[in-house]
């Protein structure tokens, strides 16, 4: 697709970008943030699963627009033509998620995935249409299952003002496309998490990986979160939120500080069904749970698990002539899924810590300003633990 006209530079995923591609604040293993058993992969991110490809754009202007699209696309392909099977999962249903009824029946995902800002849902939707409608090869289309989720960052973004567009979110899909596996790890104010908070403070963007031992097959988890929610955090089990004196219902007052949502996009490379991928998305709560979350009445909390496996892809042809031929079908077996499940808990918990500790204080809408996880006093828990472990033993 060519470039959009009417898109400016820094909104699009340029490598020369520092505010895209620098890391400012460490990842949380640089705190000594751990969680869970299982190894991560090279990048410690979603892209660690082969052919997965992640696209930011980020919008920071003036005082008030703090709002962007992230792009995930399942493989280098057309994803209609090659459609990958797909698993969704709704912890709660407060949110506005398109494309969900149609995943869940057909249990496939035949666009990439866009996440961006409630109100710029039928936007991205339209975009995403558009953008596989001028796809080689898709000529012939004339239906198309958009999937679109959203978090609300109208704390820190203008939201009513609509600074997301439909070349907004093409530009996202176009930075994808020809984003490297390492672009695909940055994490932080970017993409649909830069006017995000969790638990209070500055959230955003995540990401994080896991890798079966190979005697378990050697599969890969990757997680992306857009962390938009609240509760009492905990991070890698220390009860962080509680010690910093930051969490949902302290002094016995909802002020609301549990609202938000979060949504989860998992891809694995092991071939599993759409029902086993369903399964595999509802383990994201218990990541998402680990965290401390308090899944509130006004969270919109969904996960979406897919699965790259050529065993597994749905090839739909150009011309239809004739009955299908069926094809066999190579996945693995229930008994075989429980380590993956855990690696989904794992990878989620760990990419929402990710989202925390990247991103960075901001001010924005109203002058309002949502702080950055003091990172400090994190690595100062984190060591009074070891000390304490130490001391035990």
């Known amino acids: 697709m060519e470039p959009d006209p009417t898109a400016r530079p ?14 400012p604040r460490p990842r949380p293993r640089a705190l000594g943030l751990a969680p869970g058993v299982l190894p991560p992969g090279p990048l410690n991110a979603l892209t660690d699963v082969a052919g997965v490809r992640v696209g930011h754009v980020t919008r920071i202007e003036g005082e008030a627009v703090r709002t962007g699209v992230t792009a995930i696309l399942p493989h280098d392909g057309n994803p ?8 969704l999962h709704v912890g709660n249903g407060f949110g506005k998620l398109v494309g969900a009824t149609q995943l869940v029946e057909l249990g496939e995902l035949e666009t990439p995935v866009l996440l961006t800002n ?21 000529a012939s289309v004339r239906s198309v299952n958009p999937v679109v989720g959203e978090t609300n960052d109208g704390l820190l973004n203008d939201i009513r003002a609509r600074g997301v567009d439909a070349a907004h979110a093409l530009a996202a899909l176009d930075a994808a496309a020809v984003a490297t596996p390492e672009q695909g790890a940055v994490g932080g104010n970017v ?13 955003g963007i995540g990401t994080a990986s896991r890798v079966l031992p190979a005697a378990l097959g050697g599969w890969t988890v990757g997680a992306l979160v857009q962390a938009n929610y609240g509760g009492e955090l905990r991070m890698d089990g220390l009860p962080v939120g509680k010690a910093l004196g930051r969490y949902y219902l302290k002094e016995a007052l909802d002020r609301g500080d549990a609202d938000g949502s979060v949504v989860v996009v998992l891809a694995t490379d092991a071939p599993l069904s759409d029902r086993n991928l369903a399964r595999l998305a509802a383990r994201a709560m218990a990541g998402i749970a680990r965290t401390g979350a308090a899944m509130s009445d006004g969270s919109g909390d969904y996960a979406i698990a897919f699965s790259t496996a050529l065993e597994v892809r749905r090839p739909v042809p150009v011309l239809r002539r004739g009955p299908r031929t069926p094809r066999p079908l190579v996945e693995l077996p229930n008994d075989a899924v429980s380590p993956l499940f855990l690696a989904a808990i794992e990878a989620t918990e760990e990419a929402v810590l990710d989202a925390l500790c990247r991103a960075e204080t901001m001010t924005g809408f109203e002058g309002r300003t949502v702080e950055a996880l003091p990172q400090e006093r994190v690595r100062g828990m984190v060591e009074a633990r070891r000390l304490d472990s130490d001391a035990s033993t």
């Not at 820094?10 to 890391?23: G, I, K, Q, S, V």
């Not at 209609?80 to 698993?87: I, Y």
């Not at 993409?191 to 959230?203: C, D, I, M, Q, S």
């Open 10 to 23: 820094e909104d699009a995923m340029d490598p020369t970008d520092l505010r895209t591609h620098r890391d």
């Open 80 to 87: 209609f033509r090659e459609r990958v099977p797909a698993g």
């Open 118 to 138: 409630t109100l710029a849902v039928a936007r991205a939707a339209e975009a995403l249409v558009d953008w596989t409608l001028t796809l080689p090869g898709n």
């Open 191 to 203: 993409g649909a998490g830069t006017g995000t908070v969790a638990f209070g403070w500055k959230g």
